[in-house]
């Protein structure tokens, strides 16, 4: 298969992959809100044992670190994808560098030689 077919498609599945990443950490984050703060903290009723609710609330706190890291790094495999997607072909490239060099030096022999 040539490079110009599997380029875009390594980019789609790469934006994809991105995608459903940070669609699985707003799940994980909706579901972590919907729990009751008494359900979190482990505290039923009024009797609190403070060692057990902060244990509670340092793994809260690490969820949520850990949501942060997955949601940014969902959207910088999203974007990964999509500089995939967008980018020119290497040849095309050269050429186009090729040509604009060309017309470059074509442009400045005419300039330093008036005739």
Known sequence: MPRTVIAPILG???FLGGIALLLLTFRLAYDLYQQPVGN?????GENVIPANAANALAGVLIRIVLLFTMGAMGSWIANRGVNMLTAQ?????ERDRRRASDA???SGDDAENPE
């Open 89 to 93: 072909p290497v040849r095309r490239r």
């Open 12 to 14: 789609i599945l790469t």
């Open 104 to 106: 470059v030096s074509e």
């Open 40 to 44: 979190v903290l482990g505290t039923q």
